[in-house]
């Protein structure tokens, strides 16, 4: 187990260090220097802007320093969107709205999709489990920006006389109902899928045929000997699933205009705000590569049996 | 030729049959001819030979879903490859004098009655005050009267009202209001009030199914070529991913040992990198570039770059950087089983080398695996490009796709709803159909798997 973590966290390390250097060297690849303008400057001025700014040293070096200045939360100015703002304080004003909208979904995703997924499981063939197959293979087949557009639509006065939330994001409780609902959709889809698959294998099981006829209450089999084991191969899919519910932000504050961190990402693509997509991109790997490494060991933690130590095999 | 087939090849395991005849006189002197066809003809079988294929045929028609499914794909290609041949508009044209129509119209005679009872109970249509006097005057004068000064005011007095009451009114009606009064009902498909003109007058002109956009494009046309793009797309990522996945699925798994821990490393570290972001750096980052490329001549490297556009060919890079991992995990592990079968060690013993081995034994061993996950892939290329070109670093302008269809539509949400959901429809059929059929295919294609 100890040799795993350090393995994985060893692991998790280099990917970030990848990623960081990655998006430096993609940053350094624009054509062009941040001091074209209308104005041309003079050389002169260009030279000197550029030792100002350390530009004058070669590449690897300015690469050095800039993850240095990562470690310490300094990951430069905006250039475009809010002049001369720090990024890291802008991060910190908006990523929390992207955070607490992306765990209520994946929270509700959790809490709905994994009972449905053992309904499915022991009501296999019945119309029960039919029902939620169709509905969970329509979720995973529609885009985010569907069901979230559909919501809007629906719910915030598209239909007359329906209106149930306000359309624009105000921050009350209220408002963070429809994009928590369109974001956790696809998660919560994908999630019973798999649930039931788990389920099923796991109620195939010799002890679970032993737990029965011991004489065991259904109750009892399904949330005591079943779903425990069920659910180690369920925790795998929830790491790929933080990130896509981060990504999946994107498209759900631009359709419900929430100031989120996705939203401003965006943006900052479109006006070319260098400084600012770079420190978004390695803060959102960071955070995602460290919410992937914590599912991990937590798996690991759940089921002892499967030892991970050389590769998962 | 049967005597050519007699002498074995170079490296083959079959004897050689003069060999045989010498050591067993007793053999008669043909027993080693080839059959003649009729020999063939009357060898009896007990049941015809199944290929692999034509049995995961006969298995995925029992399944009722995927065939359905199937014909879906199969209604959306068309419709996205054929149609734009059939309309006789394209989708950046712009028609003049017929923007932002709706998915339904009047017919020419509707139109001309909803004018003329519009025109009744407007201003126009009433009479103001003096020319009801002379109105009435003339009347009086054809009867051989004359009007009082009292029956005059009175006259007046009463045109006046009606104007004034008119005039408030013509605020109110509108071509809704006056189609009710009428009992008119709109016919489907959106057709501008020049072009039933030109109908009305014998000349055939094409419908706008779905109605056009603010800048007067037929959505029809709009969609097609969106659809188009997206299966194309789809394709195209999904062949990428499936070279380079088994490529180095084959070799890691093969060569193992060494090669295969440091080649599973770099895959554990690129599985954990966020492909999303690194999406949307690329798009970002290579566009200039990209861009610069573009205008530096006008070779044929140049007029692709045109062609694609920028933001795709940066969601091709990723694809080929990023998104192979799945494939060559799946393709490394089914592999790493079968090259512990005994007709790979034969295969060694005869001295074949790793890449024929590869090539001729395994690779075709696991085609069941490698056509589902590439199948598969289809959907979700398809997915994450309408989830890039909505967030507007997708496919860009003039072209189209439907995701960035979805993405103009938000903000006229209330008033075209339709404009919406009519791509996001499309899009969510074509990849529930894709997901379905693809399903169908790994039941079909690998029974073991089935639960």
């Given at each position: 187990?100890?040799?795993?973590?350090?393995?994985?966290?060893?692991?998790?390390?280099?990917?970030?260090?990848?990623?960081?250097?990655?998006?430096?060297?993609?940053?350094?690849?624009?054509?062009?220097?941040?001091?074209?303008?209308?104005k041309a400057p003079s050389q002169a001025t260009i030279d000197a802007l550029n030792a100002k700014y350390g530009l004058d040293q070669p590449v690897p070096v300015q690469m050095v320093k800039y993850l240095g200045n990562i470690l310490h939360g300094d990951f430069g100015t905006s250039i475009k969107m809010q002049k001369n703002r720090a990024v890291l304080s802008i991060i910190m004003e908006m990523f929390p709205v992207s955070a607490k909208i992306g765990s209520i979904a994946l929270l509700w995703a959790v809490l709905v999709g994994v009972p449905l997924g053992c309904l499915a499981a022991f009501k296999r063939g019945t119309w029960v489990d039919s029902l939620l197959r169709i509905v969970c293979t329509l979720g995973i087949s529609m885009p985010g920006f569907v069901v979230a557009t559909i919501l809007l639509h629906t719910l915030c006065g598209g239909i007359s006389g329906v209106k149930v939330f306000p359309a624009l994001f105000d921050g009350s409780a209220k408002s963070y109902v429809l994009p928590c609902l369109a974001l956790g959709f696809y998660p919560m889809c994908y999630l019973s899928r798999q649930t039931r698959t788990a389920m099923l294998d796991s109620i195939n099981q010799e002890y679970i045929k032993t737990a029965k006829a011991k004489g065991l209450k259904n109750n009892k089999i399904i949330f005591k000997h079943a779903l425990r084991n069920a659910l180690i191969p369920v925790i795998t899919y929830l790491g790929p699933q933080i990130a896509f519910t981060l990504c999946g932000g994107l498209v759900v504050e631009r359709v419900f205009s929430i100031?989120?961190?996705?939203?401003?990402?965006?943006?900052?693509?479109?006006?070319?705000?260098?400084?600012?997509?770079?420190?978004?991109?390695?803060?959102?790997?960071?955070?995602?590569?460290?919410?992937?490494?914590?599912?991990?060991?937590?798996?690991?933690?759940?089921?002892?049996?499967?030892?991970?130590?050389?590769?998962?095999? | 030729m049967a005597e050519n087939k007699r002498y074995k090849k170079f490296g083959s395991l079959q004897p050689n049959v003069d060999d045989i005849m010498k050591w067993n006189a007793e053999l008669p002197e043909n027993a080693f001819e080839p059959a003649t066809s009729e020999e063939k003809e009357n060898f009896i079988q007990d049941r015809k030979s199944v290929s692999y294929w034509k049995d995961a045929w006969r298995r995925l028609r029992k399944n009722t879903v995927a065939m359905v499914a199937l014909a879906i794909i199969i209604i959306l290609t068309l419709f996205a490859f054929v149609g734009p041949m059939v309309v006789p508009y394209t989708y950046k044209q712009q028609?003049?004098?017929?923007?932002?129509?709706?998915?339904?119209?009047?017919?020419?005679?509707?139109?001309?009655?909803?004018?003329?009872?519009?025109?009744?109970?407007?201003?126009?249509?009433?009479?103001?005050?003096?020319?009801?006097?002379?109105?009435?005057?003339?009347?009086?004068?054809?009867?051989?009267?004359?009007?009082?000064?009292?029956?005059?005011?009175?006259?007046?007095?009463?045109?006046?009202v009606n104007a004034e009451s008119s005039e408030a009114e013509e605020e109110t009606i509108t071509e809704s209001q006056a189609?009710?009064?009428?009992?008119?009902?709109?016919?489907?498909?959106?057709?501008s009030e020049k072009e039933l003109e030109r109908k009305a007058s014998g000349e055939k002109v094409f419908p706008h199914v779905?109605?056009?956009?603010?800048?007067?494009?037929?959505?029809?046309?709009?969609?097609?070529?969106?659809?188009?793009?997206?299966?194309?797309?789809?394709?195209?990522?999904?062949?990428?991913?499936?070279?380079?996945?088994?490529?180095?699925?084959?070799?890691?798994?093969?060569?193992g040992g060494a090669v295969d821990a440091v080649m599973q490393r770099i895959v554990e570290m690129i599985y954990s990198i966020p492909e999303m972001l690194i999406i949307l750096l690329l798009s970002a980052t290579l566009k200039p570039a990209l861009e610069q490329f573009q205008n530096s001549g006008n070779g044929i490297l140049q007029k692709l770059v045109t062609i694609l556009g920028p933001n795709l060919i940066s969601m091709f890079i990723a694809f080929g950087l990023l998104y192979w991992v799945t494939m060559s995990r799946i393709i490394r592990g089914q592999i790493l089983q079968l090259k512990q079968q005994e007709y790979v060690?034969?295969?060694?013993?005869?001295?074949?080398?790793?890449?024929?081995?590869?090539r001729r034994h395994l690779l075709p061993n696991c085609i069941g695996q490698i056509v589902t996950t590439t199948f598969l892939q289809i959907p979700s290329?398809?997915?994450?490009?309408?989830?890039?070109?909505?967030?507007?670093?997708?496919?860009?302008?003039?072209?189209?796709?439907?995701?960035?269809?979805?993405?103009?539509?938000?903000?006229?949400?209330?008033?075209?709803?339709?404009?919406?959901?009519?791509?996001?429809?499309?899009?969510?059929?074509m990849i529930l159909s894709l997901n379905l059929f693809g399903d169908g295919l790994r039941d079909a294609l690998d029974p073991r798997l089935k639960k």
């Open positions: 187990m100890r040799k795993y973590t350090i393995r994985r966290i060893f692991m998790a390390v280099v990917t970030l260090l990848v990623v960081a250097c990655l998006t430096f060297i993609l940053m350094n690849a624009i054509p062009g220097n941040p001091w074209l303008s209308e100031p989120g961190l996705g939203r401003y990402f965006i943006q900052s693509i479109q006006n070319r705000d260098y400084p600012v997509i770079m420190g978004t991109t390695i803060f959102l790997a960071t955070f995602i590569i460290i919410m992937n490494l914590v599912v991990d060991l937590c798996y690991k933690l759940v089921d002892p049996r499967i030892n991970l130590s050389n590769g998962g095999h | 028609i003049r004098g017929s923007e932002a129509l709706g998915l339904s119209h009047y017919t020419y005679e509707d139109i001309q009655a909803i004018h003329a009872y519009i025109e009744e109970h407007t201003g126009t249509g009433v009479l103001s005050p003096d020319e009801a006097v002379e109105q009435a005057r003339a009347e009086a004068e054809a009867n051989g009267k004359k009007l009082s000064r009292i029956e005059e005011a009175k006259i007046r007095a009463q045109a006046s189609a009710k009064e009428l009992g008119l009902k709109k016919k489907p498909f959106g057709y779905f109605g056009t956009d603010d800048q007067g494009r037929d959505i029809m046309v709009r969609v097609m070529v969106g659809t188009r793009v997206s299966i194309t797309v789809g394709i195209c990522a999904a062949l990428l991913v499936l070279i380079i996945g088994a490529v180095y699925g084959s070799i890691s798994g093969y060569c060690t034969a295969a060694r013993a005869l001295g074949a080398k790793g890449g024929r081995i590869i290329a398809i997915f994450l490009e309408s989830f890039l070109s909505f967030v507007g670093v997708g496919v860009s302008a003039p072209l189209t796709s439907l995701g960035s269809m979805c993405s103009e539509a938000l903000s006229g949400l209330n008033t075209y709803p339709y404009r919406l959901f009519i791509p996001a429809v499309i899009l969510s059929l």
